[in-house]
T-cell receptor, first 118, second 111 residues
Framework: GAVVSQHPSRVICKSGTSVKIECRSL??????MFWYRQFPKQSLMLMAT?????????EQGVEKDKFLINHASLTLSTLTVTSAHPEDSSFYIC??????????????FGPGTRLTVL | SQKIEQNSEALNIQEGKTATLTCNYT??????LQWYRQDPGRGPVFLLL?????KEKRKERLKVTFDTTLKQSLFHITASQPADSATYLC??????????FGTGTRLTVIP
């Protein structure tokens, strides 16, 4: 159980275009989903946190107009990179948390999406 | 400034030995700490969680310790196998949503 999928796994796009990445929790309802970015040989950096039906909370330095997050249902969150540029090329990983309460700290991660902007 | 440091970028050990990975942190007050495994080009996979009031946690060949005085966690893999080769990440949790990751240690188990 607790499987999170991401689509696509790999995307190459031209500079200036927009790219949408989907994150789905397959066998549980995710009240909270997280989006991370990971550059080569670096740690995962949290970009934003989203709760179903409400606006995402962005970390400092992350442009909310550039990285649009929609958490439309308890099993789906999308990240849209708008007007992508080569510096946006990275590994984007989502994670999902099942519920509230003190025992629900575990996050389940998706397999990641490799974005390359030419 | 806040820092999470994992002892070394890479660690090589012989098959059958115990691998010990270190995670040190400064200027955090974590409520819990997690260890993840990440394979190249894949997302992290959760291994163990230990809370601030727990000293040690075990799961099969894995053992985690958490010393909030030393601000350190140790992650042990006993009877290591080549299949254990991966990057291991520690992550500090300061609340339900806040998870801060270290840069990871790449473990290679040599047959």
């Amino acid at each position: 159980g607790a499987v999170v999928s991401q689509h696509p796994s790999r995307v190459i796009c031209k500079s200036g275009t927009s790219v949408k990445i989907e994150c789905r929790s397959l066998d549980f309802q995710a009240t909270t989903m997280f989006w991370y970015r990971q550059f080569p040989k670096q740690s995962l950096m949290l970009m934003a946190t989203s709760n179903e039906g409400s606006k995402a909370t962005y970390e400092q330095g992350v442009e909310k107009d550039k990285f649009l997050i929609n958490h439309a249902s308890l099993t789906l969150s999308t990240l849209t990179v708008t007007s992508a540029h080569p510096e946006d090329s990275s590994f984007y990983i989502c994670s999902a948390r099942a519920g509230g309460g003190a025992l629900s700290y575990e996050q389940f991660f998706g397999p990641g999406t490799r974005l390359t902007v030419l | 400034s806040q820092k999470i440091e994992q002892n070394s970028e890479a660690l090589n050990i012989q098959e059958g030995k115990t691998a010990t990975l270190t995670c040190n942190y400064t200027n955090y007050s974590p409520a819990y700490l997690q260890w993840y495994r990440q394979d190249p080009g894949r997302g992290p996979v959760f291994l163990l969680l230990i809370r601030e009031n727990e000293k040690e946690k075990r799961k099969e060949r894995l053992k985690v310790t958490f010393d909030t005085t030393l601000k350190q966690s140790l992650f042990h893999i006993t009877a290591s196998q080549p299949a254990d080769s991966a990057t291991y990440l520690c992550a500090l949790g300061t609340g339900a949503n806040n998870l801060f990751f270290g840069t990871g240690t790449r473990l290679t188990v040599i047959p």
